[in-house]
């Protein structure tokens, strides 16, 4: 009830699990990686291991996922988990201007902490973006791939038990990210982000208005993606750098060496 109060009624913005908390002496820069759905901030663990040591890493559990709260309340949507990040970073003293990586749900995440709080930040890695135009608009090139997605986005609220299934055997397959644990206690918030976040975004036309420079990654395998979309946004922000990598959606084996490399070039 008091949690309800505070973070409900009062609009206290929830603080956050966080995974890596590397804090160097002498910090020539700092990323915030932010994970995809379904995911932990452990998901980023290959990439972090291959960075700098006098770096400032933060990589942190979303709301809804992981060791974070999980409030069956909650709309799960951009804003709520962009509050709780930078409530999460001011707790931890954060005295610099963040590079910040997202992956898949992240990313869109990402785009909204860049839009509320542009002076904590000083560049976007997106990757994985998965950015749909407005629901209902099919007066352009890739619009049935959007309605196709959201469609199968919305199996998931028929079937919640079904896909949770699905998802444990594409786990031991090796076709998700090790990090990935969806189960009975967290398909609510799964849910609850897949249409706050992904079905009914705006993030795609948030990241037409930003200012900072954006590098964004595509795997040519991913299933999730829509490429017109990203190629859309790169057309129409000049601040947008699009790279293509053999790869899916998860950020493994290449994937990872690419996305190392850009952050080395940026820190």
Known sequence: MLDKLVHKWLRVPYTLEVRYNQRPTKSKAAILFIH?????????????AKMPEDVTIYSIDLLGFGNSPKPDW????????????????????????????????????????????PILVKSLVLCSP??????????????????SLRQLYREVHKYPKQFVRISQLALRA????????????????YIASLEASIINQESLAHALTLKKPITIFQ????PVVNGA???????????????????????????????????????
């Not at 799960?76 to 930078?86: G, L, N, P, R, V």
């Not at 707790?91 to 869109?108: F, P, T």
């Not at 795997?219 to 991913?222: F, Q, R």
């Open 130 to 147: 998965p950015f749909y135009r407005p629901d209902g608009d099919r007066r352009y090139f890739g619009a049935v791939k959007d309605a």
């Open 219 to 222: 795997g040519l395998l991913d």
């Open 174 to 189: 090796g076709l998700l990210n090790s990090s990935f644990n969806l189960n009975d206690e967290n398909i609510a918030s």
């Open 74 to 117: 909650a709309k799960y949507d951009t804003t709520t988990q962009a509050k709780a990040i930078i409530a999460t970073l001011l707790k931890l003293q954060l005295n610099r201007r963040l590079i910040v990586v997202g992956h898949s749900l992240g990313a869109l995440v990402a785009v909204e902490v860049a839009r509320r709080y």
């Open 229 to 267: 979309n990203l190629r859309y946004l790169t057309a129409n922000n000049k601040k947008v750098v699009l790279k293509t990598v053999a790869a899916g959606h998860e950020v493994r084996g290449l994937y990872v060496g690419q996305v190392v490399k850009a952050l080395k070039g940026m820190v």
């Open 36 to 48: 995809g759905i379904g995911n932990t901030g452990d998901a980023w663990r290959e990439v972090i």
